[in-house]
């Protein structure tokens, strides 16, 4: 329970709120007026990626990805801020994306006065209540320090209707409990916040958003490991898998001829000779 709920002098409706040109609005007032933009606004249909799109992205790394992003000419695919939660070996999450996107309170609009009822009836309540299994969980918050967008109770739902994994250029709570629950997550950090304490509010799901300067729309792939997260088109994730995999599998090889006291100038990036010799080692087998 978010420590405001029991605070009986905030839901009362008493405190008043002054709006230029009117005598002031009750908190009561407030929540209806918020009520009337809450909906909650969301797109009413995307299409999520198929099952083949994401297994053939499953043995890409984050950073393939974003080069061959780069060299098929969309250059903005990295989200810059979120790190892995879980500093563990090997953690990784494919799947598609679906959104949450956090706004700036208004004290005309959104208040707090009345904060656990509202924020029940948000987006925020609404996109974990959307989960399908395998999705991955995109929040735009800012890059915000004080407002943890999720917390132990919404994770472990998250976790239970089948989600794969969660970004956000923002902060989590609870943050012990949450990494026992094992769920992949990318964050900026913890915070002892809830997701509507300070300085934002959850105001639209599945909706393009802005996460850590790159675009992410409803149904996008999202690859993410240690080295962080990137954004997928559904268009160009088949041959962006393709491509990878053969570029993974020449790194292997001229990290194999390295170990072995190869130089480096034959072997990396490979071509020529070097080249030539991974397409017969190929061959071989």
Known sequence: ???????EAASTGESRIKSTGEPGISASEGSRAYESMRAPVH???YVRPTSQMVDALRDVSAATACAKLHQMGITRTFIDGPVPLHREPDVKVTGGAVTLQFLPQREDVFNGAEQEDI?????LWGVLESIQPGDVLVISAHGSHFTGCLGDM???YFKLRGGAGIVVDGRVRDAARVRALGVPIWCTGVTPHYASQTELFPSAFN??????????????LIVADEDGAVV???????????????HQDREAFARRRLDQGGR????YPLTGEGMTEYLASRSAT
């Open 1 to 7: 329970m978010h420590p405001i709920g029991d605070q």
């Open 43 to 45: 797109t009413s249909a």
């Open 119 to 123: 924020e029940r009836k948000t987006p």
């Open 154 to 156: 919404l994770v472990r």
């Open 207 to 220: 909706v393009p958003v802005g996460v850590g300067g790159s675009l992410v729309t409803p149904g996008d």
């Open 232 to 246: 997928v088109p559904q268009q160009n994730a088949i041959p962006l898998a393709e491509d990878s995999l053969l």
């Open 264 to 267: 480096l100038s034959d072997y």
